[in-house]
C-alpha cells in the first residue's frame, strides 16, 4: 500500500477538487498508530508530520502537501508541529 502525496498543488487543482468545503481536523504534538478503514484524502494547512508505514519506511509531510491514504493502511504518526487539515473520506 502506498501514501501518495503532491507538494503544493495549484490554489486551481485544490479548488476543482473542493478542498476548502471538506470538514476540519487538528491535533497537537503527539504520536500514535492508525489504521485506515477507508480511502483518506487530505490537505495540510500547518503541520509538520512524519508517518511510517507498518512495514515501510518514514515519509514526512509539511503544510502545503496534499495526501492520499488508502483503506487498510496501518501506520504509526508523529507530528513534529500542530496539525491542521482538511480532509475527505472515502
Known amino acids: 500500500m502506498h501514501i501518495l502525496f503532491e507538494r503544493n498543488p495549484?490554489?486551481?487543482?485544490?479548488?476543482?477538487?473542493?478542498v476548502y468545503d471538506w470538514p476540519l481536523w487538528n491535533k497537537g504534538i503527539s504520536?500514535?498508530?492508525?489504521?485506515?478503514?477507508?480511502?483518506?484524502?487530505?490537505?495540510?494547512?500547518d503541520g509538520h508530520i512524519i508517518v511510517t508505514p507498518?512495514?515501510?519506511e518514514p515519509m514526512e509531510f509539511?503544510?502545503?502537501?496534499?495526501?492520499?491514504?488508502?483503506?487498510g493502511l496501518a501506520c504509526h504518526w508523529q507530528i513534529l508541529e500542530e496539525v491542521n487539515k482538511h480532509y475527505r473520506l472515502g
Open 62 to 71: 509539511f503544510a502545503g502537501d496534499y495526501i492520499t491514504f488508502p483503506a
Open 31 to 45: 504520536e500514535f498508530e492508525w489504521l485506515y478503514k477507508v480511502d483518506e484524502a487530505c490537505y495540510l494547512l
Open 10 to 18: 495549484a490554489p486551481g487543482k485544490l479548488e476543482v477538487w473542493g
Open 54 to 56: 507498518k512495514d515501510g
